[in-house]
């Protein structure tokens, strides 16, 4: 593969400076690395799942020299300046730079630390998986849904009774944030009190009333340290990122002044 890289990078590239050799005009060089290639056909792959063919690894080099030339054609026509967008990818890159340069993994004495004191943060939620029976508000839908449930507990069959619901009707392992989101307030505070294995309401939500069946229920805990470790990690390393690139602009700050100038185009009525 990396012999097939070459090959069609030597012949690309000679195709290119055939191009400019015939254009007197044009003092540009471009220098394109293998290594540079080599990592736009891994993305390739990546992407597509196949290796590129032969026609395919042609049109990744033409590409990358085309991007190139007409990158520099932007610059010298100045449409990098007073632009928002390229603003904010300069600034993303030098900060991620800042950050790489200057991050270094924590040791085990810290990772314990900062699990010891951010512990709330790791806890998992306790969750909630049931089934329910809709009754839309717009028909009646308390005294229905409790008519339904005498039905239900004198043995006749769930699926006879309620409407249609638009969220469906299991649900898996919710925790109750997302019954929040889901339900509303009163619903995701309500079902923390129902009985396992039983079906139970009518429980009000912002949509109806809803009768309950709780199949199981799993308490929050906290994990072990061991079983989250690769999290606390990744959470300290972007803690430190966050704090090393607010240092870097507190000094960078230092060195600016800024002026507010009242835009002189705005005419005021």
């Known amino acids: ?7 069609f990078f030597l012949i690309g590239l000679s195709i290119f400076l055939l191009d400019i050799t015939f254009n ?34 042609d049109g990744i080099i033409k590409q990358l020299i085309d991007e190139e030339i007409l990158y520099r ?7 990098d300046k007073n632009d928002i967008i390229i603003k904010r990818r300069l600034a993303q890159k030098i900060s991620f730079l800042k950050q790489e340069s200057s991050i270094s993994n924590p040791t085990e004495e810290e990772i314990l630390n900062y699990f010891k004191f951010n512990k709330e943060d790791y806890i998992v939620e306790s969750t909630y998986t ?3 029976i809709y009754f839309s508000k717009e ?9 339904a449930l005498q039905s239900i507990e004198g043995g006749e069959d769930p699926n006879l009774f309620g409407d249609p619901f638009l969220l469906g009707k299991n649900f898996s392992s919710k925790t109750v944030r997302e019954l929040q989101r889901s339900f509303g307030d009163q619903f995701s505070q309500s079902i923390q009190g129902l009985e396992v294995k039983k079906w139970s309401g009518p ?16 308490e929050s ?3 072990e340290l061991s079983q989250i470790k690769e999290i606390v990690v990744r959470d300290i390393l972007a803690e430190d990122q966050s704090q090393s690139t607010e240092r870097y602009l507190k000094e960078l700050r230092k060195e600016y002044e800024v002026e507010i100038f009242t835009d002189l185009n705005v005419q005021s009525d």
Do not use: C
Request: hydrophobic share 30%; aromatic share 8%.
């Open 73 to 79: 054609e932007a610059l010298k026509l100045g449409l």
């Open 203 to 218: 429980i009000s939500s912002e949509y109806g009333e809803h009768l309950i069946y709780l199949n199981s229920y799993t």
């Open 221 to 223: 805990y906290l994990p």
């Open 130 to 132: 049931f089934s329910q």
């Open 1 to 7: 593969m990396k012999q097939k890289i070459l090959i």
């Open 139 to 147: 028909n009646q839908a308390k005294s229905k849904s409790i008519k």
């Open 24 to 57: 007197e005009d044009s003092p540009n060089t471009i220098t394109v690395y293998e290594s540079e290639l080599e990592s736009l056909i891994n993305t390739w792959v990546t992407q597509v799942g196949r290796e590129p063919t032969d026609n395919e690894i």
